[in-house]
């Protein structure tokens, strides 16, 4: 995918495509992580759309979450959500 050690150094332009590729790869990435975390929120906890995004946020930032949950399901997706977003965020 890269270059080997025996290789020519690339030259600027295609060193800055490949950075705004993989860029953009990260950020989708990131945003259906956190469509997942808004989704779940939103519809399995009952919140509205503002607090579904800052828990979602909150979880993956790995601060906590808001606001209380009071259903079964809820908090079993809270800490599904926490796990996976753990799991997305570690090296």
């Given at each position: 995918?890269?270059e ?88």
């Amino acid at each position: 995918m890269f270059e080997k050690k025996y290789h020519k150094v690339v030259t600027v332009s295609r060193f800055a495509w490949r950075m705004v590729m993989f860029f953009g790869f990260a950020t989708g990435l990131l945003s259906i992580a956190l469509l997942i975390g808004i989704a779940g929120y939103h519809w399995i906890a009952g919140l509205c759309v503002v607090d579904a995004i800052l828990n979602a946020s909150m979880i993956m930032t790995g601060m906590g979450p808001v606001d209380a949950l009071n259903s079964t399901a809820a908090k079993l997706f809270a800490s599904v959500y926490a796990i996976f977003s753990g799991w997305c965020s570690s090296p």
